[in-house]
């Protein structure tokens, strides 16, 4: 199965290194392809390192102006010209969708599955790694959102928020294509 993942290109804390290391491992160990942003940066270089280490294939999609600085290892790197052209690639490719934690070219991804699967043309599974609940905000601003009637029901159950890696695996063997 493709594994599209959305992360940070960023440094961040060591418990969401961990996180990207774990979610690799188990890529790999599944034999799953990662489909991801493409950079050997932040979250982006943990997560294809750790998925090429465990044998697993790695396909990215990178935007054209950081294009020097791809992921050397990757099985397939597919240069596109923007950010837009990035999201399109990750979600046409993947057969779930994964955010571990990001700033706002993460959210902008999260959005635009949404908005697809809103618009219906979307029915991939969306899984949200809220490690240390880094989106515990964004999970009740979805929640309100629904409540108040902004999102329609089959949106909100199109995305689940695992607490770890090992939950949102379990989550995609049951739920993936």
């Known amino acids: 199965m493709n594994i599209a993942v959305f992360c940070s290109q960023n440094e961040v804390a060591g418990k969401y290194k961990n996180a990207a290391e774990e979610f690799a491992q188990l890529i790999a160990q599944g034999k799953h392809t990662l489909v991801w942003g493409g950079t050997d940066e932040g979250l982006m270089h943990i997560i294809a390192e750790g998925t090429h280490r465990g044998g697993?294939?790695?396909i990215g999609v990178i935007r054209e102006q950081i294009k020097d600085r791809a992921y050397k290892?990757?099985?397939e790197m597919i240069v596109v010209k923007d950010a837009r052209e990035?999201?399109?690639?990750?979600?046409?490719?993947g057969d779930?969708?994964?955010?571990?934690?990001?700033?706002v070219g993460t959210l902008n991804e999260l959005s635009d599955v949404l908005r697809m699967k809103k618009n219906g043309t979307g029915a991939k599974p969306i899984i949200v790694v809220n490690t240390d609940n880094f989106y515990g905000g964004f999970k009740l601003q979805l929640?309100?959102?629904?409540?108040?009637?902004f999102?329609?029901?089959?949106?909100m159950e199109?995305?689940?928020?695992?607490?770890t890696p090992k939950d949102a695996m379990?989550?995609?063997?049951e739920h993936g294509n």
């Open 73 to 75: 290892d990757a099985d």
């Open 151 to 155: 999102i329609r029901d089959d949106v």
């Open 56 to 58: 697993a294939r790695t």
């Open 96 to 103: 779930v969708i994964v955010a571990l934690i990001g700033g």
């Open 86 to 93: 990035m999201n399109r690639g990750l979600i046409e490719r």
């Open 170 to 173: 379990r989550y995609i063997n």
């Open 158 to 163: 199109s995305i689940y928020f695992a607490d």
């Open 143 to 149: 929640e309100r959102m629904h409540n108040e009637n």
